[in-house]
């Protein structure tokens, strides 16, 4: 299983994505699903994956190499040339059909989902943070206002905290924070999301520096969080009356 | 879609089901599925189902009929006589088989899922409460102390809040709470889940009464809780401290 979610606001761009991978129960890893697919002077742009990890490095290594030029003798076409984050979001798209279609007839055959999808965000040039939601078909979606969040993977437990707090103009570290809440909440209740967590964090405001993190196993803040929210949670429900038809 | 919770703490047995009955999202009705299939002054079995409502039906009705008696010149079997609530959840377990068989070919020839999943709790004589989870199959599992809880539909949004609120030692009156604040998180992340919400409430002490409610789309308790929740959750993020790392 997997749980990524990114959460595009007024102030930045933030993405966090758990690293746990199983194949089964018994079969338990830790890989990396945050990867930044590309980044220099002029781009920065981050994805998460969330479904089969084969197809999923598949994807990786077609956008690293390159896909095929449109034209005859033309370059192979990368994301270090897109001209948007538009751009970027068909080729890659472009990239997780080719996967697909490569895989998918082989894997069906043993009965394994080649399904993946992916969290794609970032910036190209001076324009504007952007994230979509790429779909196992190459067909992707962009995040708006009015839901400023896109989730893949295992996304029912940690809805619910989204959904109440986070809006277009939540400042950036509300954001973090709300996220990493949402991430506890889907811990507690599914076994096969975990830490480390790999998050980063890209201000709308070039001139402010990325913030990477791998919040580990042993994060006091994390930990700090957890507990937290934890105790809250049962003073707040201490504070509500019992039913009046219990009385 | 649906949600139902069954809670079998200490004190006595709790169940909750919305209403909402959904064709695709333009075709919404409004349908009871919390069922007393039985009540006298020696038992109360009651059920909550979630699935097709065709083959839930037909489930109700052959339990109210009798399934046919296992020897020749012998008596329909009901639930006003099996002798305790193993025996009863065997019973519902058989008709849902028996259900499925009679449907399934024709609704997947439309493919159309003949699934159903009922929450099955109550009390026969002396006997102690139970509450069990009888899933399409017919076969079943048993709700015990560790997690004291069932739950069937749409059961993700609502599990976090169980998951961290309910023990066996929870207080009746504290576990209906956690009940309804479960239904205000799945409610507010799936339109497919509605009030009214119907309950019920059997104690473990016999000599008590036992409750019955529908909670409707102006209940004041409801909407004062749910309100409550909304504003402490807020107010509980705020006290978290922000990231480490983003200041």
């Excluded at 979001?89 to 895989?103: F, I, P, S, T, Y």
């Amino acid at each position: 299983m997997t749980y990524c979610v990114g959460m595009l606001v007024e102030h930045g761009l933030v993405m966090i994505a758990d690293t746990r991978t199983n194949a089964g129960v018994d079969d338990i890893s830790c890989y990396r699903k945050l990867h930044i697919l590309t980044e220099s002077e002029d781009r920065m742009i981050v994805a998460a994956a969330s479904g089969n990890l084969s197809v999923t490095q598949l994807v990786l290594s077609l956008l690293d190499e390159g896909l095929e030029p449109l034209e005859e003798g033309g370059e192979k076409r990368t994301l270090a040339t897109v001209t948007s984050m538009f751009r970027a979001a068909q080729l890659v798209g472009e990239a997780v059909h080719e996967a697909r279609d490569d895989v998918s007839k082989a894997l069906e055959a043993e009965n394994i989902s080649a399904g993946i999808s992916l969290l794609l965000g970032g910036r190209v040039g001076n324009g504007p943070l952007k994230l979509y939601l790429i779909y196992s078909a190459g067909n992707f979606i962009e995040c708006q206002r009015d839901a400023p969040f896109l989730q893949i993977g295992e996304t029912k437990y940690g809805k619910p905290i989204l959904d109440r707090a986070l809006q277009w103009d939540t400042p950036i570290d509300e954001a973090v924070k709300v996220g990493l809440i949402s991430f506890d909440s889907t811990m507690r209740s599914n076994l096969a999301v975990g830490r480390p967590l790999d998050l980063i964090v890209i201000p709308e405001d070039s001139s402010s520096p990325t913030i990477r993190r791998r919040i580990g196993a042993d994060d006091a803040y994390f930990d700090d969080l957890s507990t937290r929210w934890s105790m809250l949670l049962t003073e707040s429900r201490a504070t509500i009356p019992p039913p009046p038809f219990m009385t």
